[in-house]
């Protein structure tokens, strides 16, 4: 198997993985629940925003077309990146997979759904009081494992 056609099949894996994460929480029979007390959740949010609910306030017509346009055009900026990149032997073209399969599962959100499904909830308790990250997917996880991945190669080759 090539090189390509490995990291198409990462690709399908990926974005497969975040459709079928996101359709098991949206099941009307699903329920919050706790995997590790006092850290971590599996919940159900919608985000209308981008990372963190950034700009989940603006208006709703602007907001959607806004949102989704900036990550066409960021997605497509990575996908002509990997497409110079893909027959190099280092890791880049790899961590641009996953990040193209990230935006991909959150760009199939906002066009079908208008909003991405958020279950990934990390919390800690400290002197009774909760400091709670916002709740993330699989798409978000690939994507910022590309971008640290992907800073911290660029790093160790300077």
């Known amino acids: 198997m090539n090189r390509t056609t490995a990291q198409a099949l990462l690709f399908a894996l990926l974005v497969g993985l975040d459709q079928w994460s996101k359709w098991w929480i949206e099941r009307p029979e699903f329920h919050p629940f706790v995997v590790i007390d006092g850290f971590f959740n599996i919940i159900r949010a919608h985000n209308t925003g981008v990372a963190f609910s950034m700009f989940a306030n603006l208006p709703a017509p602007w907001r959607a077309w806004l949102l989704l346009g900036i990550t066409i055009g960021i997605a497509f900026g990575v996908l002509l990146w990997w497409l110079k990149d893909r027959a190099s032997a280092g890791p880049t ?6 990040i ?5 599962g959150n760009i199939w959100d906002r066009i079908h759904q208008g909003y991405v499904v958020d279950f990934i909830q990390w919390y800690v308790v400290i002197d009774g009081k909760p400091y709670v990250w916002p709740a993330f997917n699989v798409a978000d996880s690939c994507i910022s494992v590309g971008v640290v991945l992907l800073l911290l190669s660029s790093l160790r080759r300077r």
């Open 93 to 98: 073209s790899w961590l641009l997979v996953l």
């Open 100 to 104: 193209l399969a990230g935006a991909a």
